[in-house]
């Protein structure tokens, strides 16, 4: 059979390698901010690593996750490390610090695993690009690379990993496994023993991090991609896929951890403004592919990250939009974009560009203004809405950070000015400017407007306000309450908390509801409190976030009223 043409046409010209310094800054400059210096965040990220805390500190079972008591349905896996890393730090590292280690170590594999498997799947003859009649063609290892460069940098440019790859969840551990899995797939046909130890390690991690329908779906996709290929180190993975799948089912049925979480009940525009947004700029990048390459489908180099990229979008779309699963599709997503750039045209590129270099200084402006306000007071307006926005926040001033951003920003102002010079060009040199940006914007957040965020976004404040009406030693009844609200007050109050529905019951000398302010429930929430009143507790206090203008926390003491 006649193979099809490939549509890629490279000279070796523009596959000059990225430098690796350059490369290792960018990954640098996305990976450790954020790392320092933070609380855990409000919400999952919370919730996550209040059950790893209570692991640790012997309020829970390593077999039975729980926080204050009550016991969540949490992959038994991903709170494991957090626990681990918390007790190997105990005396000498802040908990969520030693907790966010090991997972930042996932976002590195994650982006190392991306890296290598666009390399193997860049090498294989249906990649390459066509020869010319004189010579001159891009030679395989340099382009190769050069198509693994510009995955690596699509995947720090998308903006879906930007917080939820620097967050302390389950969902980070199960990205690193999809990843782990596309590059067994494509380094198969280079390597015999490590890829089958991958296929096997991935599968079954990915089903004890909480997501064995995932793992099913991809196992099963994997199977029928082995059994149709012509490539003889791919369909030696036959076998081994066929194990890794078994042992996934196994492993989630041992752990508990299947569970239905599909609905009917679908949002179609909330998806599509998910899909808009969450897989930018690779998506455009990825059709493009799909398009030029449509007579290439079947061939491995897209028919890999094809696979995962439709998988996790599926499992969005049935779990109504969630783009924790979606975040998922993201390393075949990255692939799939980077076999873009061979056949990109020169206006797509300039777009790119353009669009990059606007939205980002945009971005980075704004930072930098709000930065000025609130340390100077000047301009009056933007210090206004912060005050207005996070009532009682006081700047702090850091000279590191200040000094972190300043370098940042004039490493944007030259990667602009090298971009927009007169260079030859490189397949990977339109997604360097997206890159930078995200990385730009990224490392000011989390220098110049940590402070503000972690005093918008953490329960520290709330907890510490708390806690003040609670006597020493004494512990808290949180029947009903949010599990972020439960974390807090273990973690930032380091009381201990009773959150089982009949807490209220317990021997517990001070309880807590969360009451709405405003909105339908606010009738409930006030009976609810007048029940408590009845039942002999007698209401001390009222407290909220400083951000939060929807509910407070009521504080009540036993005793009469």
Same mark, same amino acid.
């Given at each position: 059979?006649?193979?099809?043409?490939?549509?890629?046409?490279?000279?070796?010209?523009?596959?000059?390698?990225?430098?690796?310094?350059?490369?290792?800054?960018?990954?640098?400059?996305?990976?450790?901010?954020?790392?320092?210096?933070?609380?855990?965040?409000?919400?999952?990220?919370?919730?996550?690593?209040?059950?790893?805390?209570?692991?640790?500190?012997?309020?829970?079972?390593?077999?039975?996750?729980?926080?204050?008591?009550?016991?969540?349905?949490?992959?038994?896996?991903?709170?494991?490390?957090?626990?681990?890393?918390?007790?190997?730090?105990?005396?000498?590292?802040? !908990?969520?610090?030693?907790?966010?280690?090991?997972?930042?170590?996932?976002?590195?594999?994650?982006?190392?695993?991306?890296?290598?498997?666009?390399?193997?799947? =860049?090498?294989?003859?249906?990649?390459? !690009?066509?020869?010319?009649?004189?010579?001159?063609?891009?030679?395989?290892?340099?382009?190769?690379?050069?198509?693994?460069?510009?995955?690596?940098?699509?995947?720090?440019?998308?903006?879906?990993?930007?917080?939820?790859?620097?967050?302390?969840?389950?969902?980070?551990?199960?990205?690193?496994?999809?990843?782990?899995?596309?590059?067994?797939?494509?380094?198969?046909?280079?390597?015999?023993?490590?890829?089958?130890?991958?296929?096997?390690?991935?599968?079954?991690?990915?089903?004890?991090?909480?997501?064995?329908?995932?793992?099913?779906?991809? /196992?099963?996709?994997?199977?029928?991609?082995?059994?149709?290929?012509?490539?003889?180190?791919?369909?030696?993975?036959?076998?081994?896929?066929?194990?890794?799948?078994?042992?996934? +089912?196994?492993?989630?049925?041992?752990?508990?951890?299947?569970?239905?979480?599909?609905?009917?009940?679908?949002?179609?525009?909330?998806?599509?403004?998910?899909?808009?947004?969450?897989?930018?700029?690779?998506?455009?990048?990825?059709?493009?592919?799909?398009?030029?390459?449509?007579?290439?489908?079947?061939?491995?180099?897209?028919?890999?990250?094809?696979?995962?990229?439709?998988?996790?979008?599926?499992?969005?779309?049935?779990?109504?939009?969630?783009?924790?699963?979606?975040?998922?599709?993201?390393? /075949?997503?990255?692939?799939?974009?980077?076999?873009?750039?061979?056949?990109?045209?020169?206006?797509?590129?300039?777009?790119?560009?353009?669009?990059?270099?606007?939205?980002?200084?945009?971005?980075?402006?704004?930072?930098?203004?709000?930065?000025?306000?609130?340390?100077?007071?000047?301009?009056?307006?933007?210090?206004?809405?912060?005050?207005?926005? +996070?009532?009682?926040?006081?700047?702090?001033?850091?000279?590191?950070?200040?000094?972190?951003?300043? =370098?940042?920003?004039?490493?944007?102002?030259?990667?602009?000015?090298?971009?927009?010079?007169?260079?030859?060009?490189?397949?990977?040199?339109?997604?360097?400017?997206?890159?930078?940006?995200?990385?730009?914007?990224?490392?000011?957040?989390?220098?110049?407007?940590?402070?503000?965020?972690?005093?918008?976004?953490?329960?520290?404040?709330?907890?510490?306000?708390?806690?003040?009406?609670?006597?020493?030693?004494?512990?808290?009844?949180?029947?009903?309450?949010?599990?972020?609200?439960?974390?807090?007050?273990?973690?930032?109050?380091?009381?201990?908390?009773?959150?089982?529905?009949?807490?209220?019951?317990?021997?517990?000398?001070?309880?807590?509801?969360?009451?709405?302010?405003?909105?339908?429930?606010?009738?409930?929430?006030?009976?609810?409190?007048?029940?408590?009143?009845?039942?002999?507790?007698?209401?001390?206090?009222?407290?909220?976030?400083?951000?939060?203008?929807?509910?407070?926390?009521?504080?009540?003491?036993?005793?009469?009223?």
């Amino acid at each position: 059979m006649t193979p099809k043409p490939n549509p890629a046409l490279v000279t070796q010209d523009a596959v000059r390698r990225l430098p690796r310094l350059a490369l290792l800054l960018f990954c640098a400059a996305y990976v450790l901010p954020g790392l320092f210096g933070r609380d855990p965040w409000r919400g999952a990220e919370l919730v996550a690593f209040g059950q790893m805390l209570s692991i640790a500190e012997g309020r829970a079972s390593w077999l039975a996750p729980a926080l204050g008591g009550l016991p969540t349905d949490a992959a038994l896996l991903p709170h494991w490390i957090g626990a681990l890393a918390i007790r190997a730090g105990a005396g000498w590292l802040d !908990p969520a610090l030693a907790a966010r280690l090991p997972f930042t170590a996932l976002l590195v594999l994650t982006l190392v695993a991306v890296w290598y498997a666009t390399f193997h799947l =860049a090498r294989s003859d249906a990649a390459q !690009p066509l020869p010319f009649a004189f010579g001159g063609e891009a030679s395989p290892v340099d382009y190769a690379r050069a198509i693994a460069d510009g995955a690596l940098l699509l995947l720090i440019a998308t903006l879906g990993l930007l917080q939820l790859g620097h967050q302390t969840t389950p969902e980070l551990a199960q990205l690193a496994a999809v990843a782990g899995l596309q590059w067994a797939l494509a380094a198969a046909p280079h390597r015999t023993h490590t890829p089958r130890l991958g296929v096997l390690a991935a599968l079954s991690l990915l089903a004890a991090c909480g997501a064995p329908a995932m793992a099913m779906a991809l /196992g099963a996709g994997t199977l029928w991609l082995c059994w149709r290929t012509g490539d003889a180190g791919l369909r030696a993975l036959l076998p081994w896929v066929a194990a890794a799948t078994a042992a996934a +089912a196994l492993l989630a049925w041992l752990s508990g951890a299947w569970h239905w979480r599909a609905t009917t009940d679908i949002d179609v525009p909330s998806l599509a403004r998910l899909l808009l947004w969450f897989l930018w700029p690779a998506w455009p990048l990825a059709l493009w592919t799909l398009w030029h390459w449509r007579k290439h489908l079947a061939q491995r180099h897209l028919a890999i990250p094809l696979l995962g990229a439709a998988v996790a979008a599926i499992a969005c779309v049935a779990m109504d939009g969630s783009e924790r699963a979606l975040m998922l599709g993201l390393p /075949g997503v990255a692939v799939l974009a980077a076999f873009a750039l061979p056949t990109l045209q020169r206006s797509g590129a300039a777009a790119i560009d353009w669009l990059s270099v606007f939205f980002f200084s945009v971005c980075a402006g704004i930072v930098w203004v709000f930065y000025a306000a609130m340390q100077t007071g000047t301009p009056a307006r933007p210090l206004a809405t912060v005050l207005r926005l +996070a009532p009682g926040f006081e700047p702090r001033m850091s000279w590191v950070n200040l000094a972190l951003a300043a =370098a940042a920003t004039l490493a944007w102002l030259w990667l602009v000015r090298w971009r927009t010079g007169r260079h030859r060009a490189v397949i990977w040199k339109s997604v360097v400017l997206p890159a930078g940006g995200v990385a730009l914007c990224w490392l000011l957040l989390m220098t110049l407007w940590l402070p503000l965020l972690d005093y918008g976004r953490s329960n520290r404040p709330l907890a510490e306000r708390l806690v003040r009406h609670v006597p020493p030693g004494r512990c808290i009844a949180t029947p009903q309450a949010p599990l972020t609200l439960v974390a807090a007050l273990e973690f930032h109050g380091k009381r201990r908390v009773d959150a089982t529905p009949n807490a209220a019951r317990g021997p517990c000398p001070v309880l807590m509801l969360v009451l709405p302010l405003r909105g339908p429930d606010l009738a409930r929430g006030t009976a609810l409190a007048e029940a408590q009143r009845a039942a002999g507790w007698r209401e001390v206090a009222r407290e909220r976030r400083p951000t939060d203008r929807s509910e407070a926390v009521v504080v009540f003491h036993r005793g009469p009223a």
